[in-house]
């Protein structure tokens, strides 16, 4: 595998995985930006809904009625749940830079390799 400047090109846009291959058979790097900055967004304000949820739910415990419905319940879910899913996305995505770093590492060994052959 020879390096040629002049036709280097860039992955494309979209997502794509390791081992993907744009139409003319060069390899695309995995993306990982955008599902990391999602990600850490989704993790941020889950956790902050969570969390102010929670101090509802609790101030609603101190001086509420403990039967009645508590109307922090359900955002203090659905906040824990979009901070969960929040942290997957952030794994999705140090996984697909990882996989980016390697992809690059294994060209630039086999662009080595090439040349002192």
Avoid: C
């Amino acid at each position: 595998m020879s390096f040629d400047a002049e036709n280097l090109q860039p992955p494309s846009p979209g997502p794509a995985l390791a081992g993907e291959q744009r139409a003319d058979g060069a390899a695309v790097a995995p993306r990982s930006a955008v599902v990391l900055v999602a990600g850490s967004i989704l993790a941020v304000v889950g956790g902050v809904v969570a969390a102010l949820a929670w101090a509802s739910s609790l101030q609603h415990a101190l001086v509420g009625d403990l039967a009645g419905s508590d109307p922090g319940r359900a955002p203090m879910v659905l906040g824990a749940l979009a901070a969960l899913a929040g942290i997957a996305l952030q794994i999705v995505g140090v996984w697909r830079l990882a996989s980016g770093v390697d992809y690059l590492a294994q060209r630039e060994k086999d662009r080595e390799h090439g040349r002192t052959s």
